[in-house]
């Protein structure tokens, strides 16, 4: 039974570009969470989907956006790099019905 | 907004030690959840716990859910070098809700 997984591992973007970020959610589960983590602090809320559409977000600017595919599978997308966008993004899957999450490894982002 | 506090902040234990760190709130949430990170990985899910009162382990691991809602605490019996890492609480309302994570507390093993 996969897990959740994440691609790419790394990247490094220069600022005012544009990233693609991608999730595939651990088989069974309908819902993914993404979030971005800054070294030493916890994970931050981004936004969650769920049927396609987003149903929850924290406190981005409209220049993080997602979408969530009919399999379930998620892209996070970010406009207009700022070196302050530099983290951890980490993508995680649930079941609608229930609250527990299940991570993925994480794309390290660095923006230069 | 929402936010959690965890105490300690970092501890620093002998191999074989018991370990114990906890979560507050100011708000009530409905279920806690525990998760321990390594560098550069995601964050594992150790244990989740959604009533109040409960009491739920998973090996040496055992943590409860605050009888207010508004806590939660993890216990690590017998340490080991392997439970090295960051400890994070997380919690939400329901599961609509967006989960919020603490700070973490990082543990150290001595051997």
Redesign the interface.
Known sequence: DAGVTQSPTHLIKTRGQQVTLRCSPKSGHDTVSWYQQALGQGPQFIFQYYEEEERQRGNFPDRFSGHQFPNYSSELNVNALLLGDSALYLCASSLVSRGEQYFGPGTRLTVT | ?QQLNQSPQSMFIQEGEDVSMNCTSSSIF??W?W?KQDP??????LI?L?KAGELTSNGRLTAQFGITRKDSFLNISASIPSDVGIY?C?G?G???????????TSLSVIP
């Open positions: 907004g409905n279920t959840l998760y550069g990985e995601g964050p594992v899910l989740a959604y994070f997380a939400l329901t599961s609509y809700d967006k989960v919020i994570f603490g700070p973490g």
